[in-house]
């Protein structure tokens, strides 16, 4: 018994050891050669024109959001539709439950007009 508890002691020990670690290390070992050059703003190789810090819509930010939770509930509806002909009532009251939370969610996003892209 104590040697099961051996071993959460030893995961609560280590498990903030990582990623100081990997915080600290590179700061240590990393070359440090500041430069004009580097400090410059830096977007998909092109040189920016104007002023770097450009505001843009919060739309975009709740529309891709919406888009990638509705995109990550179709990759669990999928194994339940290609499983549908074998599983057993309960498993077909639960997807149908699942479905009409995402309805929900998406007629809540319509009427708050999160949808609306421009």
Do not use: H
Not at 100 to 117: C, N, P, Q, S, T
């Amino acid at each position: 018994m104590l040697n099961d508890w051996l071993f959460v002691g030893l995961m609560l020990i280590m498990a903030p050891i990582f990623p100081i670690a990997a915080l600290i290390i590179p700061r240590i070992l990393a070359p440090k050669k500041p430069n004009p050059l580097k400090s410059q703003t830096y977007e998909c190789g092109i040189e920016t024109v104007g002023d770097t810090w450009v505001q843009f819509k919060a739309q975009y930010y709740n529309f891709a959001l919406v888009f990638l939770v509705f995109d990550v509930e179709i990759v669990f509806l999928f194994p339940w539709a290609v499983a549908f002909n074998q599983l057993p009532l309960y498993g077909v009251i639960v997807g149908i439950l699942f479905i009409e939370v995402l309805v929900i969610g998406l007629i809540y996003a319509w009427r708050k007009g999160i949808l609306e892209w421009f």
